[in-house]
């Protein structure tokens, strides 16, 4: 099956940056978007940003302007880069790549997840 392999998150300070990465990785696959959610405590999970093969983007607007996403298509990567960070961007971060899994019985044509990684922002 295929696997998201999220890294980048931890600790900054209001203001600071950080980037994420993420890395798609099995057999037989190919995906049709990649993007970033973040789940806040006792909130739903948010899209972050997402980026589709046709090279279209969207961001939320509580984002726009200080975070960007780029793929690396051929290396089936996304990495979200965050600047003038706020204390409410404060959340655990997922990747997420919409995708067709042909090593799958019957194909998987849907959504995978990463297992997340934490971004803490202090102010």
């Known amino acids: 099956q295929v696997q998201l392999v999220e890294s980048g998150g931890g600790l900054v300070q209001a203001g600071g940056s950080l980037r994420l990465s993420c890395a798609a990785s099995?057999?037989?696959?190919?995906?049709?978007?990649m993007g970033w959610y973040r789940q806040a405590p006792v909130k739903q999970r948010e899209l972050v940003a997402r980026?589709?093969?046709?090279?279209?983007?969207d961001y939320a607007d509580a984002v726009k302007g200080r975070f960007t996403i780029a793929r690396d298509i051929a290396k089936n990567t996304v990495l979200l880069q965050m600047n003038s960070l706020k204390t409410e961007d404060t959340a655990v971060y997922y990747c997420?790549?919409?995708?067709?899994?042909?090593?799958?019985?019957?194909?998987?044509?849907?959504?995978?997840w990463g297992k997340g990684t934490p971004v803490t922002v202090s102010s």
């Open positions: 997420n790549a919409d995708l067709v899994d042909k090593s799958r019985w019957p194909i998987y044509a849907g959504y995978y």
């Open positions: 099995g057999s037989s696959f190919s995906i049709n978007a």
């Open positions: 980026s589709t093969n046709g090279g279209s983007t």
